[in-house]
């Protein structure tokens, strides 16, 4: 369901911009904010390392936020493709609350800036027509649905923190609204549902993502806006995809004006910032099930997705997903799921679901994935991602050139709009005084 896209491929405007990427030497710093922008003799250059939701949202908001006379030219890195990583694995649960239904810090920016990118990459998804050899059959990458708006259900458990639950739900914004119902209400939601303190708290403007649909719609509306900002007459922009893995931050010397590392939990791996990084690594692996044609009954079209021990994000009637184990401090990345680690995340998953779920007894497993998540240390606003400049961690002496997006831990879908929006403002504007300082502070903390 992803991108099959070759190692190298441009999306390049005609004329657009005056040299092309692979050009090397040495790379003075020119920042937008200057005079020197709309003279200068060469494209601004910037690498964005990781094509999940982090780097795919900074891409679209350097795009978005750089001036119109500015030449710009961006490097997308990612070994696997669009969508490749942990973000394509994710299983698409998006509202603004914590497990007890309190808003997050800053959740209502970062909810509102999700719902634009997400309607963004609906319209590209949309708008995408006819196959072409980048990119393949429409059909087949966007599938059913790149955003199920049908409500999220989160089920009271614990008889300790129901009275917080409640409290915090008279508390929601008016844009994601919650709803606090009784077993009649969810029934008539969910047939057959439980609830084991008769209470659950409802959010009926939550909506499920399909992360990889969501992923290659924005990839695709970045690449239309490159079109459209180039044949706007002003300065030339350029977006370049590279399928292959940076394994060390030596390998792009010289040849950007900035580097954006938003590769998740590989971001440790790299020499120059491992060990240096605040981060907790957990693998989970998600359950694909699918409802047997010669079962009669189907998870209702209206039907919400499902948050408790165990979630289910619902694809349609006959299709969803059960999450998540968590392997703490594992380096596992791969997203392949052996047989063995696949039953065990079933007689994990399983049971958890049927709790609330009874009849996932009758759901097949039909396969899993996994992926490796990065989670930030815990602060008193929570555990907001990890943003700024790292020329300090990484050694080098040129003026805000190496940026960190990272540690978005399991709310990376939240996240990724308004903080990588503060990230790639930040970039252009050569200045981390953009960003709050909650969530550049890390660095005044010893690892």
């Known amino acids: ?36 922008a709309q003279s200068q003799s060469r494209p601004l250059r910037y690498a964005v390392l990781g094509a999940g939701f982090a780097g795919l949202s ?23 493709g669009i969508g490749g990583g942990a973000s394509g694995v994710s299983g698409g649960l998006l509202h603004p609350y914590s497990p007890k239904v309190k808003l997050l810090w800053q959740g ?23 196959p072409n050899s980048e990119i393949g059959d429409p059909a087949q990458k966007f599938g059913n649905f790149v955003v199920r708006r049908r409500g999220i259900l989160r089920p009271a458990t614990n008889v300790r923190t129901l009275d917080a639950l409640n409290h915090n739900a008279q508390n929601s914004l008016s844009s994601c609204r919650i709803e606090t119902i009784g077993m009649d209400t969810a029934q008539g939601l969910v047939p057959d549902i439980c609830l084991p303190l008769n209470t659950a708290f409802y959010m009926p403007d939550a909506v499920t993502v399909h992360p990889p649909h969501y992923l290659q719609g924005l990839f695709l509306a970045c690449k239309n806006l490159v079109k459209e900002l180039s044949a706007s007459g002003f ?10 893995s ?52 189907y998870y209702p079209d209206h039907g919400p997705s499902i948050l408790s021990d165990a979630w289910l994000a619902v694809q349609g009637s006959r299709s969803l997903l059960m999450g998540s184990t968590k392997e703490w401090k594992s380096r596992n990345s791969s997203p392949i799921v052996s047989a063995d680690e696949a039953s065990k995340a079933l007689e994990e998953l399983l049971p958890k679901a049927s709790a609330i779920y009874p009849g996932m007894k009758n759901w097949s497993f039909t396969g899993a994935r996994a992926g490796l998540r990065a989670l930030p240390p815990m602060t008193p606003d929570g555990s907001p991602p990890l943003l700024g400049c790292v020329d300090n961690l990484v050694g080098k002496t040129h003026a805000c050139k190496y940026w960190l997006f990272g540690g978005l831990g399991s709310r990376g879908l939240l996240y990724h709009g308004w ?24 660095k005044n903390v010893n690892t």
């Open 1 to 36: 369901m992803s991108f099959i896209i070759r190692s190298d491929w441009i999306w390049r405007c005609p004329g657009a911009v005056g040299q092309t990427h692979r050009s090397r030497g040495s790379a003075s710093r020119v920042c937008p904010s200057s005079s020197l």
């Open 58 to 80: 900074v891409v679209w908001h350097l795009l978005k936020h750089s001036p119109k006379e500015l030449n710009l030219s961006i490097d997308l890195y990612d070994e696997v």
């Open 108 to 130: 209502a920016e970062c909810w509102n800036e999700c719902l634009k990118l997400l309607s963004i990459a609906e319209t590209a998804a949309l708008a995408f027509g006819e």
């Open 235 to 244: 300065g030339g922009k350029e977006l370049c995809l590279h399928q292959k």
């Open 246 to 297: 940076i394994t060390s931050l030596l390998e792009l010397e010289g040849e950007y004006d900035a580097v954006i590392i938003c590769v998740g939990a590989k971001a440790d791996m790299l020499p120059e910032l491992s060990g240096k990084l605040p981060l907790r690594t957990c693998r989970g692996v998600i359950a694909h099930m699918q409802l047997p044609d010669f079962i009669g009954e």
């Open 419 to 442: 903080f990588g929006k503060l990230v790639a403002q930040a970039v252009l504007a050569c200045s981390e005084n953009i960003i709050p300082s909650e969530v550049t502070s890390w």
